[in-house]
């Protein structure tokens, strides 16, 4: 059998007209062509499907079959080419992204997030929290469709987009002696003989690279007393007095008892948000308008202005 789309579509048109010339115009098609496709539809099915005289149209038992299987036809149809243009718009498919734990405490970056889901409800988002280090290689294999993380070293086949640029502060216990300086005036140089509580070196953290080298070239080795794997528990220990830490600005809205966020007069003291996808990869039409809503320039400057 070789019966196509438009069979159904004519069968259907005559089926609940019953009426050859009624369907006929409702197809803007001319009656005679309309007759002669009902009959090779007829005859490709093996059965009369319609039973007809001068004056009456009727559906046969085989015709009554035939619709009900005909309508659900064409209704996947419509329904297949509704999902295929709504996918190419970005309404609907599935988004997996990988981010820092820090990510959710930058406000661009929850804000877009949140905006997205508003305008794109048919999106399925699911969302990784994993270091920037172990964001590359879900990111090269396909795992994740795009990542957000902090400046790292990337294979070739990833390339990045600046999110945006935040400072580093100095996290010390309520009361510490750093926290009566004046503000805008904490050098790096007041932090090398504090203890520090730091990212494990195992955590292979994008922070625990660019604190250290931050450090480093203000002729700072830091003692570190305490070595965690995630930036909660380093606030959570710096709040117990433990030690004092570096981290960025965003986690400043983590409001914890016992813990003071200090600026740092440090010009260089910043670190870099970036989006991170694959260069040969396609994206979806979804990460497309993500992307968009987190790299625009409102969204930074927003951002940069708090």
């Known amino acids: ?37 009902i009959q090779a539809l007829e005859e490709m099915v093996g ?20 619709l009900k299987e005909a309508w659900q036809v064409v209704d996947q149809v419509n329904r297949a080419a509704e999902k295929a243009a709504r996918l190419e718009r ?15 405490f930058i406000s661009q970056v929850s804000r877009n997030l949140r905006a997205f889901r508003l305008h794109h409800p048919d999106v399925h988002i699911k969302m990784r929290e994993i270091n920037t280090k172990q964001q590359l290689e879900p990111l090269l294999n396909g795992e994740l469709d795009l990542g957000v993380m902090r400046n790292t ?11 945006l640029q935040e400072p580093m ?14 503000p805008g005036t904490l050098r790096f140089a007041h932090l ?20 250290l080298l931050l450090l480093e070239r203000a002729g700072i080795t830091p003692y570190i007393t305490q070595e965690v794997g995630e930036a909660m528990t380093i606030i959570g220990l710096v709040s117990a ?30 670190t870099e948000v970036w989006l991170v996808n694959h260069r040969q990869r396609p994206l979806t039409a979804a990460a497309k308008s993500l992307m968009s809503l987190l790299l625009a320039p409102s969204a930074k400057d927003a951002y940069q202005r708090k």
């Open 1 to 37: 059998m070789n019966i196509e789309l438009r069979h159904l579509r004519y069968f259907i048109a005559v089926a609940e007209e019953l009426h050859f010339g009624r369907a006929a115009q409702r197809l803007r098609i001319s009656q005679p062509p309309l007759s002669q496709q």
């Open 47 to 66: 059965a009369r499907l319609l039973a007809r005289n001068n004056r009456n149209v009727s559906l046969t038992q085989a015709g009554e079959m035939f």
């Open 90 to 104: 970005g309404e609907i498919g599935e988004l997996t992204i990988g981010f820092t734990s820090s990510a959710p």
């Open 153 to 163: 070293r990337l294979p070739e086949a990833l390339q990045h987009q600046l999110l």
């Open 169 to 182: 502060l100095a996290v010390v216990p309520e009361g510490h002696p750093l926290t009566y300086l004046a």
């Open 192 to 211: 090398a003989d504090e203890p520090f509580v730091f990212f494990s070196r195992e955590v292979g953290t994008a922070l625990y690279d660019e604190t």
């Open 241 to 270: 007095g433990l030690g004092i830490s570096i981290l960025p600005a965003s986690f400043g809205r983590v409001k914890l008892d016992g813990v003071s966020y200090l600026p740092l007069a440090e010009p260089d003291a910043l």
